[in-house]
């Protein structure tokens, strides 16, 4: 099973991709963040799960500016 989304429910049950974020900016308030929403790959065989990120790109950049800080 490809492309398979991964929920979580959120404050009343609102359903919300789970991702992983980066901080893009050094401040108290009001910081930027990097977001790639996680995918999973399933296999209906064994039930073994890979996940994949969208834009690993984007959130490589993200990474790497982040060590500049």
């Not at 992983?20 to 995918?39: C, H, P, S, W, Y």
């Not at 064994?46 to 790109?57: A, M, R, T, W, Y």
């Amino acid at each position: 099973m490809h492309d398979m989304r991964i929920i979580d429910f959120g404050h009343g049950n609102v359903k919300k991709d789970l991702s992983v974020e980066i901080k893009t900016t050094d401040r108290v308030l009001f910081n930027k963040f990097e977001k790639g929403a996680l995918k999973a790959q399933i296999c209906g065989s064994c039930g073994k799960v890979d996940l994949s990120i969208n834009d690993p790109q984007e959130l490589w950049q993200a990474y790497l500016k982040t060590k500049t800080l």
